[in-house]
């Protein structure tokens, strides 16, 4: 099965916090365990995560909503379950490399906080532990 996870990166070598004013994200197409590809998509200031739900209507579009997976340092309950209803699951990790962190992802033990699921609440969250794979 072919997943894609997005990692928020915004100096697009560690993995960023505050989701929701990031414009720069790297994309890994992962089938089978292997990455596939992995590509750098930036968007403007106007289409920010944080713009998008909350200045642009339902039926805006965002690169995220294409992933299945999202990862960041941080980000809030709100964007968390608004992802969610896109059918993206966003984790917080510790981890700052984002390949690391999609290699960690495809073995299973990457820590991560799955805010998707209410653990904790707001900006950072609490908790962690356990792999969200993505086999």
Same mark, same amino acid.
């Given at each position: 099965?072919?997943? $894609? ?5 915004? *100096?697009?070598?560690? @993995?960023? &916090? ?24 930036? $968007?403007?200031?106007?289409?920010? %995560? ?6 642009? &209507?339902? *039926?805006?579009?965002?690169? %995220?909503?294409?992933? *299945? @997976? ?5 980000? &809030?309950?709100?964007? @968390?379950?608004? %992802? ?8 917080? $990790?510790?981890?700052? =490399?984002? *390949? ?5 992802? @495809?073995? &299973? $033990?990457?820590?991560?906080? =799955?805010?998707?699921?209410? !653990? ?7 908790? !962690? !532990? ?6």
């Amino acid at each position: 099965m072919q997943h $894609t996870i997005a990692i928020a990166s915004q *100096d697009e070598s560690t @993995i960023s &916090g505050h989701a929701g004013s990031c414009q720069k994200f790297y994309f890994y197409v992962i089938e089978n365990n292997r990455i596939l590809k992995r590509e750098l998509v930036q $968007t403007s200031e106007e289409d920010v %995560l944080h713009q998008v739900f909350h200045n642009k &209507g339902q *039926d805006a579009h965002h690169p %995220l909503f294409d992933a *299945d @997976i999202f990862l960041s340092e941080n980000i &809030g309950g709100g964007a @968390i379950n608004r %992802l969610a209803q896109k059918k993206v699951r966003a984790y917080i $990790t510790p981890q700052k =490399d984002p *390949d690391t962190a999609v290699k960690q992802l @495809i073995e &299973g $033990t990457l820590q991560v906080v =799955d805010m998707s699921q209410g !653990g904790g609440g707001g900006c950072g969250g609490n908790g !962690g !532990g356990g792999g969200c794979g993505c086999s």
